[in-house]
């Protein structure tokens, strides 16, 4: 005897009917949770072909001619040109050295090593990727005008207001990233790791 | 209907979400590129005809070509169009002072790039061709006198070039400019027999 037939004819539609939602459902639920996820991705500018130093992520790949689907729906997105690996090693940061999302509020020091390159430049953006306007017209710094001690060390205050030495305005940005890049440097991002000891920390200071 | 019964219509449910959510997501990634990249290089038509030098305006706040700009580069963009014939690039490279080549197709994919360093004898001499032109060029070669030209076969027909220069100093960009500016991207006329 089929289940079926012993089912009353108005449980089975009802059966149907949950079913349906069932279906319906799980599909509404993986497109939801698929997009969430490439969102993130293309949010974080996270994939594949990312490696992750420190506060540092690497997109660098994005340069090469071989770029996985990541990067390209990453560089699709945010349209933009960059310069291949041969020319520039790009590390982006979202967080200081906590791991704490950077504040607009707060001061930073960027210090420690910068793994060796021809130059480097460290510039602040928008989250999207726009230079943020402030009085100082600064928007980043290279590694050949930054001051340095007697010893060659440097440290770099992101802050919201002038502060003595190399000062980053993060300006009136609610949130911001930090963009390093090695221009002509025998870093390779090949090998899929860096040390985080050869990268610059970040330090969180004072809050407003 | 019993516990193992709901437990296994659950987790039917749940791994059906995860299948369509991972479907979603490869889709979603694989089809974005020809979605946003349609317009993205339209602003290169407005900075130069195919075979000129365009310089992109000064990234600033509020005026950014692209998004995550160097504002330490200074970039020029010269199109090429290789129905009309070779694309020449001569740069002369001063001392140490960082300037750069990329080569891209029309969707900005990459296929190739150098940098000051790989100049010989301060030179940088590139020719672009399709495999038809390179054959006329080849059968016009001197062979006691070896041309020097560096010669690329790019995968597409149309495509662009970015020249690059770093300024040291964020101030100093009108020598970074004016490097880029002395880089020559011009028409290369070839005679097909």
């Known amino acids: 005897m089929s289940r079926g037939a012993s089912v009353p004819y108005g449980r089975g539609r009802w059966t149907a009917a949950i079913l349906l939602g069932k279906y319906l459902s799980a599909a509404a639920a993986g497109i939801v949770l698929g997009l969430i996820l490439t969102w993130f991705v293309i949010d974080r500018k996270k994939g594949f072909g990312s490696i992750a130093a420190g506060p540092w992520t690497s997109f660098s790949r994005i340069g090469a001619t071989d770029v996985e689907p990541y990067s390209r729906a990453i560089l699709a997105y945010y349209g933009e040109t960059p310069l291949s690996e041969s020319q520039a090693i790009s590390f982006i940061s979202y967080v200081d050295s906590s791991g704490a999302e950077f504040n607009a509020a707060c001061d930073y020091a960027l210090s420690g090593e910068v793994p060796p390159a021809r130059y480097w430049t460290l510039t602040l953006y928008s989250p999207e990727g726009a230079l943020v306007a402030n009085p100082a017209n600064r928007y980043g710094f290279t590694s050949n005008e930054i001051l340095r001690n007697a010893e060659g060390q440097f440290e770099i205050t992101i802050a919201p207001h002038a502060r003595p030495g190399n000062w980053l305005p993060s300006g009136g940005a609610s949130r911001f990233v930090l963009v390093l890049r090695l221009y002509d440097s025998d870093l390779s991002v090949a090998s899929g790791t860096i040390e985080a000891a050869k990268m610059p920390v970040l330090v969180k200071g004072s809050c407003e | 209907m019993n516990t193992a019964d709901r437990l296994l219509g659950t987790l039917i449910w749940v791994l059906a979400v995860l299948a369509i959510a991972g479907v979603t997501h490869i889709v979603t990634i694989l089809t974005l590129p020809a979605f946003a990249s349609k317009d993205i290089y339209a602003w290169i038509g407005e900075l130069a005809k195919p075979a000129q030098l365009g310089v992109e305006p000064h990234a600033q706040p509020g005026s950014q070509l692209v998004p995550f700009a160097d504002p330490a580069i200074v970039q020029a963009v010269c199109p090429f169009d290789l129905s009309q014939g070779g694309l020449r690039l001569h740069a002369d490279v001063e001392g140490d002072r960082f300037l750069s080549l990329s080569f891209h ?28 032109q390179l054959e006329a060029v080849e059968a016009d070669d001197d062979e006691e ?49």
């Open chain 2, 105 to 132: 197709t029309p969707q900005g994919k990459l296929f190739y790039a150098l940098t000051d360093l790989a100049a010989r004898e301060g030179r940088i001499d590139i020719v672009v061709l399709t495999a038809q």
């Open chain 2, 145 to 193: 006198n070896p041309s020097q030209d560096l010669r690329l076969l790019p995968p597409t027909l149309r495509g662009f070039v970015f020249i690059n220069a770093l300024a040291d100093v964020l101030g100093e960009r009108e020598e970074a400019e004016r490097r880029v500016r002395s880089v020559s991207c011009g028409l290369e006329p070839i005679v097909e027999e």
